[in-house]
C-alpha cells in the first residue's frame, strides 16, 4: 500500500528526516509517535504527498502501486484528490459552508455529480451520528462534531489511505475516544489504511503498529 524508502527533509542546513523506510500494508492502521520535533509531521507530509522530500539516490515513495514522486503536479492533485483522504488537529472546515457542503468539497473537485455526491455525503453524515447537522455551519457544532464532518469530508471519495495529524490533539477526553474507536469501525467496514500521528498514548497503542520517530528516523 506504501513503500518509502530513504526519504530525507532539509530546511535550508537543517535535515528534518534522515533517510526513512517505512512500509505500511493495506488495511492496516499505524500510528507514529514521538517528541516534538523528531519529523513526524514532516514524515506525514511527504506520504501524503501535501510536500516532497529532498533530492537523494535511491529515495523512492509508491502508494497504491503508483510512484507518486514521479508525477507531475496535476498527476500528484488528481491522484491525492481520489485516492487519499486527510484529518487533521484543527478540522479546517470552511466557516461559511454547512456541514453538507464541507463534505461535498472534495467530490466537487473530482468532478462528481451534484446529486449523487450529496446522497454519499448524508449517508456519510448519517453513518457517523449526524443527521441532524446536516444544514448547521461549523461555529453551530461542538468540537467532536466538527471532527466528524471532517472525517465525513476525508471519506466522500473513498481513499485508500487516510492520514490523520494529531486527529484528537484539540478534542475532550470522550470526544477523543469517540473518534478513535471510528478509525478502528472504518477500517473494519470499509478497509482503509490509517496513518495516525499523535501525542495520544492511548490511540497510539491500540494501533495495528506504534513507530517511533527519533531525530528524524523510525526508531527500531
Do not use: W
Not at 491522484?79 to 478540522?91: A, E, K, T, V, Y
Not at 459552508?97 to 446522497?119: H, Q, R, S, W, Y
Not at 466538527?146 to 473513498?158: E, G, M, S, T
Amino acid at each position: 500500500m506504501i513503500l518509502a524508502k530513504n526519504i530525507h527533509k532539509f530546511y535550508d542546513s537543517l535535515e528534518v528526516l534522515k533517510g526513512v523506510d517505512i512500509h505500511i500494508q493495506k488495511g492496516e492502521i499505524v500510528s507514529i509517535v514521538g517528541a516534538s520535533g523528531a519529523g513526524k509531521t514532516t514524515l506525514l507530509q511527504i506520504l501524503g504527498t501535501l510536500d516532497t522530500p529532498s533530492v537523494e539516490n535511491g529515495t523512492s515513495l509508491h502508494i497504491n502501486g503508483e510512484d507518486v514522486l514521479k508525477m507531475k503536479d496535476k498527476a500528484i492533485s488528481k491522484f491525492r484528490n481520489h485516492h487519499l483522504g486527510f484529518i487533521f488537529q484543527f478540522h479546517q472546515l470552511l466557516p461559511e459552508f454547512t456541514a453538507l457542503e464541507n463534505v461535498c468539497i472534495p467530490a466537487f473537485i473530482a468532478g462528481k455529480d451534484k446529486k449523487e455526491t450529496e446522497m454519499e455525503a448524508l449517508r456519510l453524515l448519517d453513518y457517523l451520528g449526524l443527521s441532524h447537522r446536516t444544514h448547521h455551519k461549523p461555529n453551530e457544532m461542538s468540537g467532536g462534531e466538527q471532527q466528524r464532518v471532517a472525517v465525513a469530508r476525508a471519506l466522500i471519495n473513498k481513499p485508500a489511505v487516510i492520514f490523520a495529524d494529531e486527529p484528537s490533539g484539540n478534542l475532550d477526553t470522550v470526544s477523543a475516544e469517540n473518534l478513535h474507536q471510528l478509525f478502528f469501525k472504518l477500517r473494519d467496514e470499509f478497509g482503509q489504511t490509517f496513518v495516525i500521528v499523535t501525542h495520544n498514548e492511548d490511540l497510539a497503542n491500540m494501533a495495528d503498529r506504534k513507530l517511533t520517530m527519533v531525530d528524524g528516523l523510525i526508531s527500531l
